[in-house]
């Protein structure tokens, strides 16, 4: 960051969400096997080694997983594909959860590694710090706290639910891991949890219908929901040229905002941001001046009014 922006902007220091990473447990550390492998790859050595790596770096997180349990041979061919090291370097939390919740099976190794190297919520643009491991998808704070795609659904109760639970399968599904999710810190068992979007798209209208029912008309599924965290870890943002680590940071001006949720999340604090983003917020809102954004335009002017507006605790904002 250069001199100039870190004079406007904080480093993140706000309390974390009880994500899938703070609920894996430990790394074992496995003694190592020493010698020469016995076995070899069978059919696979056959063909070139590049051919090999460009075949694994296409297949799923869980078959990669299950091919390096074959033999020690197959477990160093798989440890040598530098999309994968690069995922274990520097995504450890994304690999080791989604092979945790299962889900390691809709994700495959350059997905991820793609992932890895982007910086921009997939719904938003934002700053985003989160992988949501049932799609592999780039989430920013906001999206993730506000946004009901990223809220998986669950069916694990009642169950009468058994048959509709089986039938469901065939969507993206995951087996949560038992820990504690919510901000009240109470415990949570296992849960099947299924892709809202997978199941708004290609579930039938009666299963659709049961879920409008569990879930209930005043279901808002905002940060207390549990379930939310139990599908994401935090992620960093390698530059796709260079590959160094891309570090975001918060705006100044809207450190002390209250606009949660409401005029989008133009000055929400909890907004992180990258140098490329944070001049697009510069140019929205105007540039900072004495720790606000001073509004230059009649647009910036009139999210200024906008944000006073939301402050006012009698200001009645559905009118
Ligand atoms: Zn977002
Ligand atoms: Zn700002």
Redesign the pocket.
């Known amino acids: 960051m250069t001199m100039d922006l870190r004079s406007l902007t904080y480093e993140p220091v706000i309390e974390k969400l009880n994500t899938l990473d703070q609920n894996l447990p430990p790394v074992r550390k496995r003694k190592r096997a020493f010698g020469k492998p016995l076995s070899d790859l069978g059919l696979l050595a056959s063909m070139p080694p590049e051919l090999i790596q460009a075949t694994l770096t296409q297949l799923d997180l869980q078959s990669l997983a299950n091919l390096r349990m074959v033999n020690r041979q197959a477990s160093s061919t798989v440890d040598s594909v530098p999309m994968l090291r690069a995922i274990v370097k520097h995504a450890p939390h994304a690999l080791r959860g989604a092979l945790k919740i299962e889900t390691a099976q809709y994700i495959n190794c350059e997905t991820l590694h793609r992932t890895l190297h982007t910086t921009e919520c997939k719904t938003c643009g934002d700053f985003g710090t989160y992988i949501y491991l049932l799609t592999c998808e780039r989430v920013c704070f906001s999206c993730l706290v506000y946004n009901r795609n990223y809220l998986p659904c669950d069916f694990t109760t009642p169950k009468k639910f058994e048959a509709l639970r089986e039938s469901l399968l065939d969507l993206p599904h995951m087996i949560s891991l038992p820990g504690i999710y919510s901000p009240r810190k109470e415990r949570c068992r296992k849960r099947l949890l299924w892709d809202r979007r997978s199941i708004l798209r290609d579930a039938s209208d009666s299963i659709k219908a049961q879920l409008e029912k569990i879930e209930g008309p005043y279901y808002t599924g905002v940060y207390a929901d549990k379930t939310r965290c139990m599908a994401v870890v935090e992620i960093l943002s390698l530059d796709a040229k260079t590959g160094l680590v891309i570090e975001g940071f918060h ?1 100044l ?2 450190r002390d905002s209250r606009s949660y949720g409401w005029n989008g999340q133009r ?1 929400n604090p909890r907004r992180a941001f990258w140098s490329h983003s944070f001049e697009a ?1 510069l140019v929205e ?1 105007g540039p ?1 001046v004495e720790g606000r ?1 001073e509004a230059t335009n009649a647009r910036q002017y009139q999210a200024r009014y906008r944000m006073t507006l939301a402050w006012n605790p009698f200001w009645d904002q559905s009118t």
Request: charged share 0%.
């Open positions: 705006c001006a809207c000055f917020h809102n900072i954004h």
